[in-house]
């Protein structure tokens, strides 16, 4: 019931850890996710998929490992593309 | 003008580790602070619309106003009606959360009310949003949550929701008196229950005619 709130906060801290290591795309999320939660993963996959989509991702992973009888909802780590910019030249004209 | 040119690094794995609940732990601990501090104890009553937390609380009121200073904090998407139903049993102060939309109460929103409660309660009901699902996730700092299921909501009604059992402190069971009428079959929640939570309390009652509010006031050193 609460995947799309869940899926919001996940994705704002692979954004943030990804833009810290200057990575333009998420590739794939590692999850801990409590059993007690109960979350409904194709829910919470749906929903990380339509916000990666909005920041122009590609079609994100979600590798989740269900914790039996926990309450966490873990980031664990993330996929991502660098890039990297290299500076060609200037025109001064 | 500057140009650059773009290359693809390839991928990276990145630690993250975060725990998102950790948040919601954080302002947890900060009320439940907050009461130690006053010497506040402080009860969450969880349970479906309709069984019995605001009969329970009134009930509870009633018997302790005399002796105790009593604050309720009542929680609903809209209207006061939870809260109007307990003024005026004893409480010292009575305040309502309309959520708009959340399904639940959480600790930010407790703490919030918090901050309008009067100095010098010793007990604090907070009633929260009805429906067993939502706020069984959400912990508000409190001291023990109490859950209230009726005979009106059938026989499977603790099998039917694990998060919410497994998060109560006590179980109140309320509406024992219209259990034939509906046709439910008590022993199967206690059974349940029992299976699900060995050794928790669990007290019968039918709370329009104010029967076993004794027993829960028991269970939770309140008496």
Redesign the interface.
């Known amino acids: 019931m609460h995947e799309l709130s869940i899926a919001s906060q996940i994705w704002t801290s692979v954004k943030k850890a990804a833009a810290e290591h200057g990575a333009a795309r998420v590739r794939s999320i590692k999850l801990e996710i409590g059993a007690l939660q109960m979350i409904e993963e194709e829910q919470l996959a749906f929903w990380i998929q339509a916000l990666a989509e909005r920041d122009d991702s590609p079609a994100v992973d979600l590798k989740i490992t269900t914790v039996p009888d926990g309450l966490q909802i873990r980031v664990v780590s993330a996929e991502v593309d660098v890039t990297a910019s290299t500076l060609l030249g200037r025109d001064t004209t | 003008?500057?140009?650059?040119?773009?290359?693809?690094?390839?991928?990276?794995?990145?630690?993250?580790?975060?725990?998102?609940?950790a948040r919601q732990e954080e302002l947890a601990e900060r009320n439940r602070q907050w009461f130690r501090e006053r010497g506040l104890r402080a009860f969450d009553i969880a349970g479906s619309v309709g069984a019995g937390k605001t009969s329970l609380i009134a009930n509870m009121v009633e018997r302790l106003s005399g002796k105790h200073a009593v604050g309720v904090i009542a929680g609903d998407v809209a209207t006061t009606y939870d809260a109007e139903r307990v003024t005026g049993k004893g409480a010292r102060q009575v305040l309502q959360i309309n959520t708009g939309g959340m399904?639940h109460l959480d600790a930010r929103l407790v703490h919030t009310a918090l901050q309008k409660m009067q100095l010098g309660l010793d007990i604090l009901f907070i009633e929260n949003v009805g429906n067993l699902?939502?706020p069984a996730?959400f912990a508000l700092g409190v001291e023990a949550r109490i859950v209230v299921a009726s005979a009106s909501e059938g026989s499977h009604v603790i099998e039917k929701h694990?998060?919410m059992f497994?998060s109560a402190d006590l179980v109140v069971l309320n509406k024992t008196d219209i259990a034939q009428a509906v046709n439910v079959d008590l022993s199967r929640p206690i059974t349940d229950l029992a299976a699900m939570r060995p050794g928790l309390a669990v007290v019968k009652t039918n709370l329009l005619a104010g029967e076993g509010v004794e027993q829960v006031l028991a269970a939770l050193r309140l008496l």
């Open positions: 003008m500057r140009l650059f040119e773009t290359t693809d690094q390839g991928s990276i794995e990145i630690e993250i580790d975060e725990d998102i609940q399904c699902i939502c996730h694990p998060a497994k």
